[in-house]
């Protein structure tokens, strides 16, 4: 017995599939900060932009996607900067849940598709920091959907990459445990996937270079994204490359490259 709940409060499940699905997105967004004071607002824009009510919006729409209710929402913005979210999530019977397709493929934006999900849990945290000498501020952000039910949380993928401006993407999704079908036997996993990038739609996929590390008996799939096009002006905050020498430019963008590639092969670069 659940001490503290009510009949009405208690979820029911039924035909509970018992595989759980993770999903990782990881982001981070770059910027060139040239003194204590641009770093200062830099941090301060971030905030703003992606403090508690925004991020639990963001999610809000995730769980819309899967089909999910929220029970719960427990959200707190962090000083001197940073925030998290985390939602508790579950739908009703799955009586109540319409068929839908499971196949291979992006998810929808924000419109509403309604798959059976029993019960789940969804959390955002927030990262802003600096380089203390070398002029570069990042922030990420790492969003986490885990799922117990028939649908993986990649359906939320596409949504999640259009919610963040990105500049690098670090993806994980894993299946754990096991279900079992009519006749007893267990199954391990209950779709077809052969990559993370099933599920990004192909002008995404045109805007980075992805590179795949998949250990499939053992349902781990691993993608990391790195915008291909660099535009010096997207990385400058608050003034536009014409103010730059040519040789502040190159230095800029020498720093700039070195930041997203270390980040993007996960080891610092002499």
Known sequence: MIVGLTKQQRIQLHNFNNLTKSLSFNMYDICYTRTKQEREAYLEYIDEQYNADRLSGILTNVSDIIGAHVLNIAKQDYIPQGASVTMLISEGPVETAP???????????PEHVLIHLDKSHITVHTYPEYHPDEGISTFRADIDVSTCGEISPLKALNFMIHSFDTDIMTIDYLVRGFTRDIEGNKLFIDHDI???????????????????VNIYQE????????????????YLFGYTSDSLSPEE???????????????YYGKNMG
Do not use: W
Not at 100 to 107: D, K, M, T, Y
Not at 199 to 208: K, R
Not at 252 to 261: A, H, K, S, V
């Open 99 to 109: 068929n839908a397709s499971f196949e291979e493929s992006p998810g929808p934006l």
């Open 219 to 234: 349902n781990i799939f691993h993608t990391k994204c790195k915008r291909k096009e660099f535009d010096l002006d997207n």
């Open 194 to 212: 052969s990559s993370i990038q099933n599920f990004i739609p192909a002008e995404v996929q045109d805007l980075y270079q992805m590179i795949d």
């Open 249 to 263: 430019q190159q230095h800029i963008t020498d720093r700039l490259t070195r930041e997203m590639n270390e980040i």
